[in-house]
């Protein structure tokens, strides 16, 4: 976790935040949320995923710093029973009010809660690099190679365990049909050109899984 804070507070001062005591008691406040028990995908792994694509790629956006520390306040909220996209608004409200209280800019901390909130349906201007790159970050998972997608996808059910399996079934077919309807999932192009085609490859698989019997654990 030592990583991950000095991560945490580099990203804080490069966006305009002063070091302090209280800066790092809210990057920890922020992975004890990534280390909750109900978590099996959202969980610090995958903050550490998006947060190395945004560090391999910052040279692609116009405020990294602030895309990093989207990076982290993007799924600091996530309760699997929450309706809609309330997740992605809790997260983005508790972004304005942490990175307010530890003095950010106003502007900047305006802009970190606009790129969580993208995060919900992942639609994206295409003048806005910042936020391809969040987004694009946070797909990543999306074109792993295929027993690492359906490790993410089995993570996926754990946190819907309390869904019975048809009603999974139809609501994640749901999601991965939206998913496959975006004109585009990637929209940086070095990561289009590598992501992209193996994405779609698997979420067609997920979804033709998903109209099969049940598979049973093992």
Not at 14 to 43: F, I, N
Request: aromatic letters at 6%; glycine letters at 6%; a negative charge.
């Amino acid at each position: 976790m030592a990583d991950l804070l000095d991560r945490w507070r580099a990203a804080a001062r490069g966006a305009g935040v002063m070091l302090d005591d209280a800066s790092t008691r809210a990057g920890e406040q922020l992975l004890a949320r990534w280390r909750e028990p109900h978590r099996h995908y959202h969980t610090v792994a995958h903050l550490t995923a998006v947060l190395d694509v945004v560090d391999g790629h910052a040279a692609l956006a116009d405020r990294a710093d602030l895309v990093r520390l989207a990076a982290w306040c993007h799924d600091a909220i996530y309760d699997p029973r929450a309706p809609g996209d309330t997740n992605e608004r809790d997260s983005a409200a508790l972004a304005e009010s942490l990175l307010t209280g530890l003095g950010l800019p106003a502007t900047a901390v305006a802009e970190v809660r606009r790129l969580v909130l993208l995060t919900a349906g992942h639609v994206v201007a295409p003048d806005d690099p910042d936020g391809a790159l969040l987004c694009d970050a946070d797909l990543a998972v999306l074109a792993a190679p295929p027993a690492a997608y359906d490790r993410y996808a089995a993570a996926i059910r754990q946190e819907y365990a309390h869904v019975p399996e048809h009603a999974f079934r139809t609501g994640r077919a749901g999601v991965l049909t939206a998913l496959l309807a975006l004109p585009e999932l990637f929209r940086l192009p070095p990561l289009a050109k590598r992501w992209e085609q193996p994405a779609r490859d698997n979420l067609r698989r997920e979804l033709a899984s998903l109209s099969g019997p049940p598979t049973l654990a093992v």
